[in-house]
């Protein structure tokens, strides 16, 4: 692996760990949740890849804040996980099974 591709093997990285998390507690789910969050996985990460591949690679200047493509792949897999459990618990609210 070359200096470029490291971000990428990086980005593979984080967006895989984040669908290991989440994944097994699908099983606990409906179909239902399931289709939703299909639907919205499929539509987050070709974001998250489209995000990576706009940001630079490395930092430009010495006090600099812009975000490397490994900071965005990392924060964009963070949120995924949240926002992935959010839904799991919205769907899973007490109030929701009284109907």
């Avoid at 760990?17 to 179909?31: A, K, N, Q």
Wanted: net charge positive.
């Amino acid at each position: 692996m070359g200096g470029d591709s490291i971000p990428a093997a990086r980005t593979l990285f984080h967006s895989l760990l984040s669908v290991i998390v989440v994944f097994p507690f699908l099983f606990i789910f409906s179909d239902a949740l399931f289709r939703k969050w299909s639907i919205f996985s499929g539509i987050w990460f070709p974001a998250t890849w489209l995000l990576v591949l706009v940001t630079p690679a490395y930092r430009h200047g010495f006090f600099s804040m812009d975000p490397t493509k490994e900071q965005v792949s990392l924060w964009m897999s963070v949120a995924f996980v949240v926002i992935s459990f959010g839904m799991f618990a919205w769907e899973a609210k007490p109030w929701k099974r009284l109907r």
